[in-house]
């Protein structure tokens, strides 16, 4: 296991090593209904954006901002999800046998160095905060990150990392935020913010026209061990259901929690456009990728162009034919 400093924090005023996050929650339980029946046995967080699993980019920022030790916590039906982050022996005895480097690169990219896995149980879907709730005995009291894979943030920068960078300097609570349009604030937590980016306010899915501001929840936090205490005070919801924002809600009448905003473009991933999006930006990582899918779609958007002027026209012929009737 590291042990040297995260570059994310390369400056920032720590006092004490043991400082330093670690530990990151990876909730993953949940069915992906949205992308039914593409997930009933295939986890939602094991689909490929590109060449690599959506989960798999999740881990990478994690490992990039510093983090060392990722506890998912699973469902029935996610053992897929153990079965990728472990070794596959009679897989690379085969590839090294037909010396098939870049498939064994490939291989010994989804284990970052230095990162280990853990695995518990979410035996119901009651909700994000009793998610957290299940990974507590190999968290322990201090603080932690929790990271939703199907927010897939595209930056230079791991947006754990700054973050963690807010987490350090405010010693305190950080919840990601970004603006969102006035129409979706119905879709996110949304925040109130004094001057300072600190929360003031947090409130899940507001009607449009009641948000208190258009910053919308994402899907990292850093936690202090103040939310174990607040998620264990918490009343059940609807359906039994424990939310971490309703905690984080509470956490606010005790500690300080930060609005972080960070750099680099959020694909919504539980969503098919939000997927769609994320294929189309990460092909164009690759020129010559980029270069034929360009080649191959765009007798698709001709033909669909072609068809859509043909419509219209049809619409306006049968409109004028109307107006010819009734006059």
Same mark, same amino acid.
């Given at each position: 296991?590291?042990?040297?400093?995260?570059?994310?924090?390369?400056?920032?005023?720590?006092?004490?090593?043991?400082?330093?996050?670690?530990?990151?929650?990876?909730?993953? @339980?949940?069915?992906?209904?949205?992308?039914?029946?593409?997930?009933?046995?295939?986890?939602?967080?094991?689909?490929?954006?590109?060449?690599?699993?959506?989960?798999?980019? @999740?881990?990478?920022?994690?490992?990039?901002?510093?983090?060392?030790?990722?506890?998912?916590?699973?469902?029935?039906?996610?053992? =897929?999800?153990?079965?990728?982050?472990?070794?596959?022996? #009679?897989? #690379? @005895?085969?590839?090294?046998?037909?010396?098939?480097?870049?498939?064994? #690169?490939?291989?010994?990219?989804?284990?970052?160095?230095?990162?280990?896995?853990?695995?518990?149980?979410?035996?119901?879907? +009651?909700? +994000?905060?009793?998610?957290?709730?299940?990974?507590?005995?190999?968290?322990?009291?201090?603080?932690?990150?929790?990271?939703?894979?199907?927010? +897939?943030?595209?930056?230079?920068?791991? $947006?754990?990392?700054?973050? %963690?960078? &807010?987490?350090?300097?405010?010693?305190?609570?950080?919840?990601?935020?970004?603006?969102?349009?006035?129409?979706?604030?119905?879709?996110?937590?949304?925040?109130?913010?004094?001057?300072?980016?600190?929360? %003031?306010?947090?409130?899940?899915?507001?009607?449009?026209?009641?948000?208190?501001?258009?910053?919308?929840?994402?899907?990292?936090?850093?936690?202090?061990?103040?939310?174990?205490?607040? &998620?264990?005070?918490?009343?059940?919801?609807?359906?039994?259901?424990?939310? %971490?924002?309703?905690?984080?809600?509470?956490?606010?009448?005790? #500690?300080?929690?930060? @609005?972080?905003?960070?750099?680099?473009?959020?694909?919504?991933?539980?969503?098919?456009?939000?997927?769609?999006?994320?294929?189309?930006?990460?092909?164009?990582?690759?020129?010559?990728?980029?270069?034929?899918?360009?080649?191959?779609? $765009?007798?698709?958007?001709?033909?669909? =162009?072609?068809?859509?002027?043909? =419509?219209?026209?049809?619409?306006?012929?049968?409109?004028?034919?109307?107006?010819?009737?009734? =006059?």
């Amino acid at each position: 296991m590291r042990t040297s400093r995260p570059a994310s924090v390369q400056g920032a005023p720590l006092h004490d090593a043991r400082d330093v996050v670690r530990k990151a929650v990876f909730p993953v @339980a949940g069915f992906g209904t949205r992308f039914l029946p593409a997930t009933k046995a295939c986890p939602e967080e094991l689909l490929p954006v590109v060449d690599r699993p959506l989960v798999q980019y @999740a881990v990478d920022e994690a490992a990039r901002a510093g983090i060392t030790d990722i506890v998912f916590v699973t469902g029935r039906n996610k053992r =897929a999800i153990e079965d990728h982050f472990d070794r596959a022996y #009679e897989l #690379e @005895a085969e590839l090294n046998a037909k010396r098939n480097v870049a498939a064994l #690169e490939a291989l010994a990219s989804v284990l970052p160095r230095g990162v280990s896995f853990s695995y518990v149980r979410q035996p119901a879907m +009651l909700g +994000l905060g009793d998610a957290v709730v299940r990974a507590r005995p190999l968290i322990g009291d201090a603080p932690f990150a929790v990271v939703l894979p199907d927010d +897939l943030i595209d930056g230079t920068r791991p $947006a754990l990392g700054e973050l %963690l960078d &807010l987490h350090y300097a405010h010693r305190a609570s950080v919840v990601a935020v970004m603006p969102v349009a006035p129409a979706d604030v119905d879709r996110y937590g949304i925040v109130a913010t004094d001057h300072r980016d600190r929360i %003031l306010r947090i409130v899940e899915k507001p009607a449009p026209g009641m948000a208190p501001s258009n910053l919308g929840v994402v899907g990292r936090y850093v936690l202090t061990p103040g939310i174990w205490r607040a &998620l264990e005070a918490l009343p059940p919801g609807a359906g039994g259901e424990i939310q %971490l924002t309703d905690a984080i809600a509470a956490l606010l009448a005790t #500690e300080t929690v930060v @609005a972080g905003r960070f750099n680099g473009r959020r694909y919504d991933c539980g969503s098919t456009l939000g997927f769609l999006e994320a294929q189309m930006a990460y092909a164009r990582k690759n020129p010559v990728l980029w270069r034929d899918l360009r080649q191959a779609v $765009a007798p698709m958007f001709r033909s669909g =162009a072609r068809n859509a002027t043909a =419509a219209m026209s049809t619409d306006a012929d049968a409109g004028s034919a109307a107006r010819a009737a009734a =006059a």
